[in-house]
């Protein structure tokens, strides 16, 4: 259960950023695959945008991509380490401003100043408590025809397979059967407190349209453990009803963009 002050401690001292974030990249062939092969498809009719809020950017991955497509981006990162480099690494775009947050809110950000919001494999880790604050807060600062696209677990819907996995207490046999799709994919270290299904209903608590929501496996094995949720404030012109979809290929498209394309230019 990684709650926000374990995550602040995770990525401050727990994790050394050898890549700057891009080690996380290499399934897919690096950051760049990664983004237009996966990302940028899935966002490309909200972007370009005025004003963009990207929600726990880590060493700025994306950061970069978002600042090419935007008048303006505000960045802000639970982790003052995240921050400080973030800074440093956009020290030369105008348009680049990054924050410190407390990981549940966004005060720095002005009530119905954004067109577009952004996370992903960030708030994978974040519980549901977290996310419910999100969508609170997105619900505030989204323009009327903004939009929210935001990446996070549904290993949740896992309750047993988890349990069967803990009890694997090898750690060479639980990485060989993790490896093979056998076990559930405990080490991505999402949290289990989230479904898909119950962000829908935080966002549709906080006065949020959820419009789409893909359920995707992530590297290892066919369980759909992750989510992208879209959200926009009720009455936007984007708003529709739901459109749920189930995404066990998500890791072949990895797969093909690295084997064939990510090397190609």
Not at 66 to 74: H, I, P, S, W
Not at 215 to 238: M, Q, Y
Not at 240 to 265: G, H, I, K, W
């Amino acid at each position: 259960m990684p709650e926000v002050d374990e995550n602040r401690d995770n990525w401050t001292a727990g994790w050394e950023w050898p890549e700057a974030g891009d080690e996380w990249s290499a399934w897919w062939g690096g950051t760049d695959a990664l983004w237009h092969g996966a990302l940028l498809p899935r966002i490309h009719a909200w972007v370009p945008a005025g004003t963009v809020l990207e929600i726990a950017p880590g060493f700025g991955r994306w950061t970069g991509y978002l600042a090419a497509l935007a008048d303006r981006v505000v960045a802000v990162d639970l982790t003052e380490r995240c921050v400080v480099a973030c800074r440093e690494r956009f020290a030369y775009a105008n348009n680049v401003e990054v924050h410190l947050g407390d990981g549940r809110s966004l005060p720095m950000v002005g009530d119905g100043s954004i067109d577009f919001a952004f996370s992903f494999d960030s708030l994978v880790h974040a519980e549901s408590d977290v996310l419910g604050a999100y969508m609170g807060e997105l619900a505030r600062v989204l323009k009327p025809d903004g939009v929210a696209f935001i990446h996070h677990s549904n290993i949740g819907a896992y309750p047993r397979q988890t349990r069967l996995a803990r009890r694997v207490r090898s750690r060479r046999l639980h990485g060989a059967l993790t490896r093979r799709g056998l076990l559930i994919n405990m080490p991505a270290w999402r949290a289990e407190s989230v479904t898909a299904e119950s962000v829908a209903d935080q966002a549709a608590a906080a006065g949020l349209a959820c419009i789409a929501q893909e359920k995707v496996n992530w590297e290892f094995g066919r369980h759909l453990i992750d989510a992208f949720t879209v959200v926009t404030p009720r009455g936007s012109r984007w708003e529709r009803p739901r459109a749920v979809v189930e995404n066990q290929r998500f890791t072949d498209e990895a797969e093909r963009m690295r084997r064939l394309y990510a090397r190609s230019r």
